[in-house]
């Protein structure tokens, strides 16, 4: 079965720096999603992808961030400046229809801690 | 705002046992529903999911839910539980209003422990 595939499984850096998540989505998806979980708290959502733009984002999802598909395959999110509060599972998600009646599938998230 | 409740945080079976997790959710109009699992140190697997139509849904690994308009509920429900079950598990609701990419919300998440 397809899968959504997440690299690296776990990044650790240092307050400040930059840091891209990476994701492959499944192929003959066109709807892209990243979520993250803080420790101890609930999945939420950060932002949506199609057709090469931002579909819908909440407001987590600030300045220093940035998601983008540099090519036909991958899925990345940016993170300008982490602090210490970026420390969470990332998860990236796709479907292959929006709207909500196609599941999204999820990778195994990044684990990103922030020293 | 649309909002999901799991009121159990942490529930502990016996392998053999039967289980149902539950999951509120607030939405006027019929909403798209959704039971994920996580295992330690794993992504979010689908188990099953409620568009329309009939109202009690199976899934993978012997689980079902079984959606409820009246009560707001969608619970998910295995006849006998396994070892490998032990995991967390998460309802989720589509976010819908006008321009929705179809987003996610979540519950908090209940906790399966399950005693040999």
């Known amino acids: 079965e397809p899968e959504v595939t997440q690299t690296p499984s776990h990044q650790v850096t240092q307050m400040g720096q930059e840091v891209i998540l990476r994701c492959v989505p499944i192929?003959?998806?066109?709807?892209f999603y990243w979520y993250r979980q803080i420790l101890g708290q609930k999945v939420e959502f950060l932002v949506s992808?199609?057709?090469?733009?931002?579909?819908?984002k909440s407001e987590i999802f600030d300045d220093q961030f940035s998601v983008e598909r540099p090519d036909g395959s991958n899925f990345t999110l940016k993170i300008r400046s982490t602090k210490l509060e970026d420390s969470a599972m990332y998860f990236c998600?796709?479907?292959?229809?929006?709207?909500?009646?196609?599941?999204?599938?999820f990778g195994d998230g990044t684990r990103l801690s922030i020293l | 705002a649309q909002s999901v409740t799991q009121p159990d945080i942490h529930i502990t079976v016996s392998e053999g046992a039967s289980l149902e997790l539950r999951c509120n959710y607030s939405?006027?109009?019929?909403?798209?529903l959704f039971w994920y699992v996580q295992s330690p140190g794993q992504g979010l697997q689908l188990l099953l999911k409620?568009?329309?139509?009939?109202?009690l849904v199976q899934g993978i690994k012997g689980f079902e839910a079984e959606f409820k308009r009246s009560q707001s509920s969608f619970n998910l429900r295995k006849p006998s539980v396994h070892w490998s079950d032990a995991a967390e598990y998460f309802c989720?609701?589509?976010?819908?209003?006008?321009?929705?990419?179809?987003?996610?919300?979540f519950g908090k998440g209940t906790k399966l422990s399950v005693k040999p």
């Open positions: 998600a796709s479907s292959d229809r929006g709207l909500g009646n196609q599941p999204q599938h």
């Open positions: 192929s003959n998806h066109l709807y």
């Open positions: 992808f199609y057709n090469n733009e931002i579909s819908e």
């Open positions: 939405y006027g109009a019929t909403p798209y």
């Open positions: 409620y568009f329309s139509g009939d109202t």
């Open positions: 989720a609701v589509v976010r819908n209003y006008g321009g929705s990419q179809g987003n996610l919300i």
